[in-house]
Nanobody, 124 residues
Framework: QVQLVESGGGLVRPGGSLRLSCAAT????????MAWFRQAPGKEREFVAR????????YQTASVKGRFTISRDNAKNTVDLQMNKLEPEDTAIYYC?????????????????WGQGTQVTVSS
């Protein structure tokens, strides 16, 4: 059974940093794209960042570019999201996702496996 489990969420002050981790079990995703999405109350799910299997092809949404970094460790079957210079607008539940495709875009439709999410709250 495939499971994606996020961890590392919490409460931080504006300008602070947080590192989210996602551990996958039940299937190896070393050759598959993975991504982070987020959803704030009353809003649609939003793409945050994605990374392809080589670990170097990445893309981040404009609002987090330069502040967030996605990375992966294929040997451990994990993907991380380093978040710096956090803003209140970053407050959301963050979800890890994995694709069964060779290539994936920023659309949630490209991803087949999802974690339960971890809460990130940025407040002073």
């Amino acid at each position: 059974q495939v499971q994606l489990v996020e961890s590392g969420g919490g409460l931080v002050r504006p300008g602070g940093s947080l590192r989210l981790s996602c551990a996958a079990t039940g299937r190896t995703f070393s050759t598959k794209p993975m991504a982070w999405f987020r959803q704030a109350p009353g809003k649609e799910r939003e793409f945050v960042a994605r990374i392809n299997s080589n670990g170097w092809s990445t893309y981040q949404t404009a609002s987090v570019k330069g502040r967030f970094t996605i990375s992966r460790d294929n040997a451990k079957n994990t993907v991380d999201l380093q978040m710096n210079k956090l803003e209140p607008e970053d407050t959301a539940i963050y979800y890890c996702a994995a694709s069964s495709r060779v290539f994936a875009t920023s659309s949630g439709r490209d991803y087949d496996y999802w974690g339960q999410g971890t809460q990130v709250t940025v407040s002073s």
